[in-house]
T-cell receptor, first 112, second 114 residues
Framework: QQQVKQSPQSLIVQKGGISIINCAYE??????FPWYQQFPGKGPALLIA?????SEKKEGRFTISFNKSAKQFSLHIMDSQPGDSATYFC???????????FGKGTRLSVIA | DGGITQSPKYLFRKEGQNVTLSCEQN?????MYWYRQDPGQGLRLIYY???????QKGDIAEGYSVSREKKESFPLTVTSAQKNPTAFYLC?????????????FGPGTRLLVL
């Protein structure tokens, strides 16, 4: 059973537009929700993360929206740029020293 | 420079051969992880270790083995029992419990079967 479901699988956005990637999780014991960005041939890097006690977190052009009751969270990229073209992974984690559980990823292409 | 190094960048395996992927970190992290990445499958956990001389199986441990003899090193062996080893392998590390959640990833090793 997939614990973190991510959609869409791929996304094409015009330069300057808003990119939106969604994730849903099953287990209410998760208490940490990061988003990772991965460029081709590289390892993923943390982009932004949120805990369930807040509904939104913004860092520059990147915003996480979190809906605890719906067990959903999403990544919004404002003013999307060609340099944002990458694969984005959502993840979830239990408290303590436990591994991340990843979604299957979204390949974002920002076209001029 | 602090970080995670993985070697080699590319690795070729022959039929019936065991190969070992190296992962070293100088971040003084207690926990280390191995993930396998296949197109459209996301990152799947192979093994993880929370402390030296201890490790746990992840979701897809069959055909793999690990050791954690030193805090900074967590090598992964892909055995001949792993029938479909072609993938991108990622090592990660994080601080121990209560010290931070972020997992930091290495640059990856791409394993190809000859």
């Amino acid at each position: 059973q997939q614990q973190v479901k991510q959609s869409p699988q791929s996304l094409i956005v015009q330069k300057g537009g808003i990119s939106i990637i969604n994730c849903a999780y099953e287990n209410t014991a998760f208490d940490y929700f990061p988003w990772y960005q991965q460029f081709p041939g590289k390892g993923p890097a943390l982009l932004i993360a949120i805990r369930p006690d807040v509904s939104e977190k913004k860092e520059g052009r990147f915003t996480i929206s979190f809906n605890k009751s719906a067990k959903q969270f999403s990544l919004h990229i404002m003013d999307s740029q060609p340099g944002d073209s990458a694969t984005y992974f959502c993840a979830a984690k239990y408290s303590g020293n436990t591994p991340l559980v990843f979604g299957k990823g979204t390949r974002l292409s920002v076209i001029a | 420079d602090g970080g995670i190094t993985q070697s080699p960048k590319y690795l070729f395996r022959k039929e019936g051969q065991n190969v070992t992927l190296s992962c070293e970190q100088n971040l003084n992290h207690d926990a280390m992880y191995w993930y396998r990445q296949d197109p459209g499958q996301g990152l799947r956990l192979i093994y993880y270790s929370q402390i030296v001389n201890d490790f746990q199986k992840g979701d897809i441990a069959e055909g793999y083995s690990v050791s954690r003899e030193k805090k900074e090193s967590f090598p992964l062996t892909v055995t001949s029992a792993q029938k479909n080893p072609t993938a991108f392998y990622l090592c990660a590390s994080s601080h121990g419990e209560g010290s931070g959640e972020t997992q930091y990833f290495g640059p990856g090793t791409r394993l190809l079967v000859l």
